[in-house]
């Protein structure tokens, strides 16, 4: 093992146990390698619920709020990953265009689940449009999706921002004196949603020794999971699989590779619409400028948390993530509380938590796209010398 | 793109459209505010306020009023349902009333006259639109102040602040 000469020492030792461990000690370090990141959120979440102090049917009932706001949004993101676009971090995009049909059906004084649905309907094209321009963008930057992606929440934020803050209620018309700030053209700071504010929660909800149960959130949440296990088995779908495993093979195929990411990441971003105006409901109100800035960030994290990878996702790692992500949202300030006496050490941990683990993920993405190539490379030289042995 | 094709996608953006124009209907949301006042000198009559008025919305009890009370309710769409427990004067039965109404769709706060409305007078006597008196000057609010680098309030990295509403501190 000649290779192993310029390998550090924890990783040879790693690979070493690998090689020398039975086949269920194998498996088992198989397991913890791929799910390194869910367990150790299972044993924060074990260690920290307890010390929290929280009822069972508060943290219930909070984890499950938290899933109906959340789990639509975290679940526009598998489509991009499915085509090999990575994390989509464009999706904040969506989130804006969300944000400007909210703002529309607001003013036009559109109340409850008519006024969700009307925003829905009007976040479309705008998603769209803007999903388009970014799938343009990503087509030009191929391999390079993830920091386009991050980049470009920065451009269009101000977009967002120069639209929002300068063309409404002076080119767009905004009627309402309660939206507007007071100079006469902007949008203000907050904007409330108290008419529509949790319409989809409440309607069809069951109460369950004290647990609230959303269960429409819950059945548009099922509709979307079926719609993608439908969408994977569709030709553009096999396309888009196809795609994220290799471009070139794509191509070859017949594939048209920048239409189908392209297509990819449009539905992201309307997906990311339609999640992002569910979010809001729930919450009741949103800060006109800030509300989009890290809603990428926090499910992209979630997503993770479950046992994501930037190449492999799936619907179980969506759930899975948003329960453990969220209640170490939850449990972790009680519970900095009860170690340290501060309840701000559990707040940043949780802050350095949602970045760390993006950045671990990231760094093992890397890792292992380092050792498949290594290991492709000392297949291809073994099966070069077998070959030169033979002949 | 094919015929068909193209007759299918138009057939798709027009069953949208309607889909948003039916929401824009019926979920247009108006605040309702129900006055007990007397109306004086109404082509030289004149309507005078109950002794009591129980209004219920949607089997909720929204307001119950007195002379010159006015109450407030909120409904979704233009077709106005109410229940009305009046008692005309000190001393009488209390009498109900259920009405139906339909809400103009350009107003959003409408002020209905009880008295007026019940003495079956044409709308113009009965109905107008409430708006709100002007709010107080407020200082300026620019969401833009800052030191230009759009970091305040960042740099801390609080999530839940740039979140925006969700409590996750809870």
Redesign the interface.
Known sequence: MSSNKNTPLGQRNLESMHNYATPLGRRILELVRNYAVPIMFIIICAVCIPLSGFSTSYLLNEIITRMGRNIFLILSLLIPIMSGMGLNFGMTLGAMAGQIALIFVTDWQIWGIPGVVLAMILSVPLSALLGLMCGKLMNMAKGREMILGYMMNYFVGGLYQLVVLYFMASIIPIKHASIRLPRGFGIRTTVNLTNMRQCLDNELAIFYNGVKIPVLNFIIIAVLCLFIVWFRRTKLGQDMRAVGQDMDVAQAAGINVDRTRIISIIISTVFAGFGQIIYLQNIGNFPTYTAHSQIGMFCIAALLVGGASVEKASIGNVFLGVILFHTMFIVAPKAGVAITGDAMIGEYFRVFVSYGVITMALIMYEIKKRRARSQGGELLALAQKEGGAAS | MNKKGLVIRLTALAV?IA??A???V?????TIYFDNKTVENYQGNEYKAFERVVVTVKDEEVAKLGKRERGMA?W?GQNFKMILEITEKKGDEPRIEEIELTLPYNM?GIIINLPAYLAGLPEEAWLSEFIPAP?P??D?????IGDGLGLE?DLT??????????D???
């Open positions: 949208v889909i948003a039916t929401m824009m019926i979920g247009r949301g108006h909120t979704i959003d709010e000057e407020e300026e609010e620019d969401p833009t309030g990295g609080d999530l839940g602040g740039d979140l925006g509403g969700e996750l501190g809870a």
